[in-house]
């Protein structure tokens, strides 16, 4: 038997670093060649790494959390044949240190501590202990039905005082008897009055910031650290996009896929776009160089229970408007799947924010660095507007533009959005040939 050190691949093209996730095995464990060894996040996906060979794990590197530079340590491997480093008769001695154990991301499975148990105040001169006077350390909350604390809230009994009987302290039926029985209230010297009508809260809970949310963080970061933004907000009027949108829906039925707005926008911005090149583009600020792209790869912010993340809609231009929702569909799918692969969820040129029926009045949404623009849409509301001296009411939405002022003037973006702000009020026109 022999050792095979395995090291953590270039999983993406430029790839310098990447975070570890999640282990599949631990040391001890018997793995086939590609077998799942790890999960590791780079700066754009979560990738698995497989296993290059069979063999035994004796020991792996870096917790959930850690970051590893791509050529480092990984997993050690017992594998028969030569392997890669000189047999060794001191399994539990691998290259420098002792095996290291992958810690456990969450300990839902480790024990509880105990609750502190609650302070009961000294019993009376007859004897008998007032419950009401039991008091619970900050933090604790008394365990009961919703029964009883309704009952509880009917006679002024805050539960925080009373004593339970059931199991794990739970309060009883009974021990609001025997709370009424035993005078609580007033009579023991403590008025309701005078409690506090809350308690303190004194817990702080530390939430490490890793994985997918650590990008998201980073990336953020960089991207008001380098991109002075500025943000216009255009109100619009989708009442007749709205109807198409319906009405579509409703022609197509089961066949197609439904329509949302987003493919009506990215048409519009598909048609919008060659006349503001400087938009659609990309600036690496290292080399001082901007790249404007003719083809539209639309980035659709994407919320998912990690996190943010962006898929892209390749080659928008090329497509209707249902094999738009599709593309959308799917992506947004395999997002939130976590199924995303890195050619997925990478070389967008514009990106699409929505919050959906959350989407309030305005945004001012941050840039997906390196591109130099973002288009926010926020939720359509009907109310009164003014159109030929009357009041009519109308589907209204806003749309919240944010752009990097190195490259996109507001002259240019105001006209960029009024020129969006057209197709989506006249979408007769999003069907119409462009002129050459």
Same mark, same amino acid.
């Not at 154990?101 to 024990?111: C, G, L, M, N, R």
């Given at each position: 038997?022999?050792?095979?050190?395995?090291?953590?691949?270039?999983? $993406?093209? $430029?790839?310098?670093?990447?975070?570890?996730?999640a282990?599949?095995?631990?040391?001890?464990?018997?793995?086939?060649?590609?077998?799942?060894?790890?999960?590791?996040?780079?700066?754009?996906?979560?990738?698995?790494?497989?296993?290059?060979?069979?063999?035994?794990?004796?020991?792996?590197?870096?917790?959930?959390?850690?970051?590893? =530079?791509?050529?480092?340590?990984?997993?050690?491997?017992?594998?028969?044949?030569?392997?890669?480093?000189?047999?060794?008769?001191?399994?539990?001695?691998?290259?420098?240190?002792?095996?290291? =154990?992958?810690?456990?991301?969450?300990?839902?499975?480790?024990?509880?501590?105990?609750?502190?148990?609650p302070?009961?105040?000294?019993?009376?001169?007859?004897?008998?202990?007032?419950?009401?006077?039991?008091r619970?350390?900050?933090?604790?909350?008394?365990?009961?039905s919703?029964?009883?604390?309704?009952?509880?809230?009917?006679?002024?009994?805050?539960?925080?005082?009373?004593?339970?009987?059931?199991p794990?302290?739970?309060?009883?039926?009974?021990?609001?008897?025997?709370?009424?029985?035993?005078?609580?209230?007033?009579?023991?010297?403590?008025?309701?009055?005078?409690?506090?009508?809350?308690?303190?809260?004194? $817990?702080?809970?530390?939430?490490?910031?890793r994985?997918?949310?650590?990008?998201? =963080?980073?990336?953020?970061?960089?991207?008001?650290?380098?991109?002075?933004?500025?943000?216009?907000?255009?109100?619009i009027?989708?009442?007749?996009?709205?109807?198409?949108?319906?009405?579509?829906?409703? @022609?197509?039925?089961?066949?197609?896929?439904?329509?949302?707005?987003?493919?009506?926008?990215?048409?519009?911005?598909?048609?919008?776009?060659?006349?503001?090149?400087?938009?659609?583009?990309?600036?690496?600020?290292?080399?001082?160089?901007?790249?404007?792209?003719?083809?539209?790869?639309?980035?659709?912010?994407?919320?998912?229970?990690?996190?943010?993340?962006?898929?892209?809609?390749?080659?928008?231009?090329?497509?209707?408007?249902?094999?738009?929702?599709?593309?959308?569909?799917?992506?947004?799918?395999?997002?939130?799947?976590?199924?995303?692969?890195?050619?997925? #969820?990478?070389?967008?040129?514009?990106?699409?924010?929505? #919050?959906?029926?959350?989407?309030?009045?305005?945004?001012?949404?941050?840039?997906?660095?390196?591109?130099?623009?973002?288009?926010?849409?926020?939720?359509?509301? @009907?109310?009164?507007?003014?159109r030929?001296?009357?009041?009519?009411?109308?589907?209204?939405?806003?749309?919240?533009?944010?752009f990097?002022?190195?490259v996109?003037?507001?002259?240019?973006?105001?006209?960029?959005?009024?020129?969006?702000?057209?197709?989506?009020?006249?979408?007769?026109?999003?069907?119409?040939?462009?002129?050459?």
């Amino acid at each position: 038997m022999a050792r095979y050190v395995f090291k953590l691949p270039d999983v $993406g093209e $430029g790839t310098a670093e990447a975070e570890i996730v999640a282990w599949h095995v631990a040391p001890g464990d018997r793995v086939a060649e590609d077998q799942t060894l790890v999960d590791v996040m780079t700066d754009k996906a979560t990738v698995e790494i497989p296993s290059p060979t069979a063999g035994t794990v004796l020991s792996i590197n870096g917790a959930p959390g850690a970051m590893l =530079a791509v050529g480092s340590e990984l997993v050690v491997l017992e594998v028969e044949g030569a392997g890669d480093q000189v047999p060794d008769e001191t399994p539990g001695d691998t290259l420098n240190d002792a095996p290291v =154990a992958a810690q456990p991301e969450a300990t839902a499975a480790a024990p509880a501590a105990a609750a502190p148990a609650p302070d009961v105040a000294p019993a009376r001169p007859d004897g008998t202990t007032p419950a009401l006077l039991v008091r619970r350390p900050p933090g604790v909350k008394p365990t009961a039905s919703p029964a009883v604390r309704r009952r509880a809230w009917d006679h002024g009994i805050p539960l925080q005082f009373v004593a339970g009987s059931g199991p794990g302290g739970r309060i009883l039926h009974r021990d609001l008897d025997r709370h009424l029985a035993g005078g609580g209230g007033e009579a023991d010297g403590v008025a309701l009055a005078e409690r506090p009508s809350s308690l303190a809260r004194t $817990g702080v809970s530390e939430v490490p910031v890793r994985g997918l949310r650590r990008r998201i =963080a980073e990336s953020m970061q960089e991207a008001k650290r380098h991109i002075p933004h500025f943000s216009y907000i255009e109100e619009i009027d989708v009442t007749a996009l709205e109807e198409l949108r319906l009405h579509l829906n409703a @022609e197509g039925g089961t066949a197609r896929p439904k329509l949302t707005l987003l493919p009506l926008l990215i048409r519009a911005l598909v048609r919008a776009l060659p006349e503001f090149p400087q938009i659609n583009a990309r600036y690496d600020d290292a080399a001082n160089v901007v790249q404007q792209f003719e083809a539209v790869h639309a980035g659709i912010a994407t919320q998912t229970p990690g996190g943010l993340v962006v898929p892209v809609v390749r080659h928008a231009e090329t497509l209707d408007l249902w094999q738009a929702a599709d593309a959308i569909r799917k992506l947004a799918a395999a997002a939130r799947d976590g199924k995303a692969g890195r050619e997925q #969820l990478s070389g967008s040129t514009i990106t699409i924010t929505s #919050l959906g029926a959350l989407g309030g009045l305005a945004t001012t949404p941050i840039i997906n660095r390196p591109e130099v623009a973002i288009v926010g849409v926020n939720r359509i509301v @009907e109310r009164p507007v003014v159109r030929k001296g009357s009041i009519v009411v109308r589907s209204m939405m806003n749309l919240s533009c944010s752009f990097d002022h190195r490259v996109v003037d507001g002259w240019d973006a105001a006209s960029f959005v009024q020129r969006v702000k057209t197709s989506l009020e006249q979408p007769a026109t999003l069907f119409m040939d462009q002129p050459r």
